[in-house]
């Protein structure tokens, strides 16, 4: 059963920006207003990485040194949707991206997962 669901991939060319949507499928039952959320990525042939973390009231996020300055993670509570706004996109950054949900804060483990959307930047 899809319990989140990402949105916003695609292709495009570097330089570019996107905005990824993570959202609860609606048979989930899950109020994603209620969970932290964090962002990671997988690039072809490499690891799953973390990208950033949003906590329930967004008021505390963790951005990836490696992505901060380009990455922002936000949420939409009224909506029951976190954002992942990428800009300067490079072609590094390709790969898929997963959303996941705990209602821990400092995160330990994620109990929820999306099925990801793919990103492929173009240089």
């Known amino acids: 059963q899809v319990q989140l669901v990402e949105s916003g991939g695609g292709l495009v060319q570097a330089g570019d920006s996107l905005r990824l949507s993570c959202a609860a499928s609606p048979a989930s039952g899950i109020t994603l207003s209620w969970f932290a959320v964090g962002w990671f990525r997988q690039a072809p042939g490499k690891e799953r990485e973390f990208v950033a973390a949003?906590?329930?009231?967004?008021?505390?996020?963790d951005i990836a040194d490696s992505v901060k300055g380009r990455f922002t993670i936000s949420r939409d509570n009224a909506k029951n949707t976190v954002y992942l706004q990428i800009d300067s996109l490079m072609p590094e950054d390709t790969g898929d991206y997963y959303c996941?949900?705990?209602?821990?804060?400092?995160?330990?483990?994620?109990?929820?997962w999306g099925q990801g959307t793919q990103v492929t930047v173009s240089s």
């Open positions: 949003i906590k329930w009231s967004g008021d505390s996020t």
């Open positions: 996941a949900a705990t209602p821990h804060w400092p995160i330990t483990r994620y109990d929820f």
